[in-house]
Nanobody, 111 residues
Framework: QVQLEESGGGLVQPGGSLRLACTIS????????VNWYRQAPGKQRELVGS???????MYTGSGKGRFRIFRDAAKPTVYLQMTALKFEDTAEYYC?????WGLGTQVIVSS
């Protein structure tokens, strides 16, 4: 059974950066497809990007060119590095593996 825990959210000014972490429990970590989603207030949850077990990545929407997903080789953790943050990046960010979801971490972009 996979368990996920997100961390690293917070309040940041427009143009700033944040690094979110998804800590994954379970011994199948190297074989995982890990997704990052976000849900803004009043909107549907949307896919931000994915990291495959081979290390390739895919990004959607406005995160392209600003967000980067990568794995820590020493720890069971996948990161979402966000730069040049915009007001519209304000959302709850979730990590997903298969049917497993974390509880989310909140990102607020505000001046």
């Amino acid at each position: 059974q996979v368990q996920l825990e997100e961390s690293g959210g917070g309040l940041v000014q427009p143009g700033g950066s944040l690094r979110l972490a998804c800590t994954i429990s379970g011994d199948i970590f190297p074989s995982l497809l890990v997704n990052w989603y976000r849900q803004a207030p009043g909107k549907q949850r949307e896919l931000v990007g994915s990291l495959t077990k081979t290390g390739s990545t895919m990004y959607t929407g406005s995160g392209k060119g600003r967000f980067r997903i990568f794995r820590d080789a020493a720890k069971p953790t996948v990161y979402l590095q966000m730069t040049a943050l915009k007001f519209e990046d304000t959302a709850e960010y979730y990590c997903n593996v298969g049917d497993a979801w974390g509880l989310g971490t909140q990102v607020i972009v505000s001046s």
